[in-house]
T-cell receptor, first 113, second 115 residues
Framework: AQSVSQHNHHVILSEAASLELGCNYSYGGTVNLFWYVQYPGQHLQLLLKYFSGDPLVKGIKGFEAEFIKSKFSFNLRKPSVQWSDTAEYFCAVNERGNNRLAFGKGNQVVVIP | NAGVTQTPKFRVLKTGQSMTLLCAQD?????MYWYRQDPGMGLRLIHY???????AKGEVPDGYNVSRLKKQNFLLGLESAAPSQTSVYFC??????????????FGPGTRLTVT
């Protein structure tokens, strides 16, 4: 079974700082990759996704992620965070053709005004 | 278009009681899922369904049952609730626009406390 690793579960930043969240997965085959965001008290929303093509993916709210196949990684970045980016961020992976998503344990991000 | 909805939003149960959580989607999705979310554990798949009348076990199925009698509904049942089932439960659904994509759409969650 594949696994998804997210490090630094708790991240505290000041506004305007840059954010990078790491995501590594264990599966060696073709995968689909996702980042979901969960704002306080809300459900998960899709931030961005990668299926194929350009490994640099741009999502909503200024987020982007880069798929590096050789490193089995799909790291999330934002150059300048805002207070409203306070949320929990989840990386998720599924094997191509498999409907089941494997989630990482999440990164709790707190942005201080 | 309501997307994925869940009923109820909150519930408190006593140990040994039973209840059913309802998930409904109006997107004509084939696949539906039930997850539980616990602090520091991420989302763990309980059961899922790939179509009406079919269900399958996920990562943490013990203590739960599911049914998918209609395509738009996916029910999660707890027959005899235990404190370890205190959690936030999320339902999700997905479809295949392409054979290689399974983006999931999530409901708002049900916060369940078992005392």
């Amino acid at each position: 079974a594949q696994s998804v690793s997210q490090h630094n579960h708790h991240v505290i930043l000041s506004e305007a700082a840059s954010l990078e969240l790491g995501c590594n997965y264990s599966y060696g085959g073709t995968v689909n990759l996702f980042w979901y965001v969960q704002y306080p008290g809300q459900h998960l929303q899709l931030l961005l996704k990668y299926f194929s093509g350009d490994p640099l993916v741009k999502g909503i709210k200024g987020f982007e992620a880069e798929f590096i196949k050789s490193k089995f990684s799909f790291n999330l970045r934002k150059p300048s965070v805002q207070w409203s980016d306070t949320a929990e961020y989840f990386c998720a992976v599924n094997e191509r053709g498999n409907n089941r998503l494997a989630f990482g344990k999440g990164n709790q991000v707190v942005v201080i005004p | 278009n309501a997307g994925v909805t869940q009923t109820p939003k909150f519930r408190v149960l006593k140990t040994g009681q039973s209840m059913t959580l309802l998930c409904a989607q109006d997107m004509n999705h084939e696949y539906m899922y039930w997850y539980r979310q616990d602090p520091g554990m991420g989302l763990r798949l309980i059961h899922y369904s790939v179509g009406e009348g079919t269900t399958a076990k996920g990562e943490v199925p013990d203590g739960y049952n599911v049914s998918r009698l209609k395509k738009q509904n996916f029910l999660l049942g707890l027959e005899s609730a235990a404190p370890s089932q205190t959690s936030v439960y999320f339902c999700a659904s997905s479809y295949t626009r392409r054979a290689d994509s399974y983006e999931q759409y999530f409901g708002p969650g049900t916060r369940l406390t078992v005392t």
